[in-house]
């Protein structure tokens, strides 16, 4: 079974910075899109950043310059750096990917648990 596993979520006052990580495993054929989530209770899940198996990155404006999201292909997992945390930025953020299994040989949304970050004033 495909599983996301994230990790890195804590506390941080503002300006400080924290590194999230997420893993896949699993019996994966690929890999394809691999992004972060955040979402704040009663608020809608949002996109944070996504990265290409190639590189190609994209970031919601408002972690432009502050965040920077990088991945592994070979070791099947993905990073978000953020830095200068503000606390807007406080939300679960969960980590997405495209995947196609070898169980189910077609690519499929899959998400991790989420990961708690709290950026305090």
């Known amino acids: 079974q495909v599983q996301l596993v994230e990790s890195g979520g804590g506390a941080v006052q503002a300006g400080g910075s924290l590194r999230l990580s997420c893993a896949a495993s699993?019996?994966?054929?690929?890999?394809?899109?691999m992004g972060w989530y955040r979402q704040v209770p009663g608020n809608q899940r949002e996109l944070v950043a996504t990265?290409?198996?190639?590189?190609?990155?994209n970031y919601t404006n408002s972690v432009k310059g502050r965040f920077t999201i990088s991945r592994d292909n070979y070791k099947k997992t993905v990073s978000l750096q953020m830095n200068s945390l503000k606390p807007d930025d406080t939300a679960v953020y969960y980590c997405?990917?495209?995947?196609?299994?070898?169980?189910?040989?077609?690519?499929?949304?899959?998400w991790g648990q989420g990961t708690q970050v709290t950026v305090s004033s």
């Open positions: 990265i290409t198996r190639d590189g190609n990155t």
């Open positions: 997405n990917a495209g995947i196609a299994s070898t169980l189910l040989r077609f690519e499929s949304p899959y």
């Open positions: 699993g019996s994966i054929l690929w890999v394809n899109l």
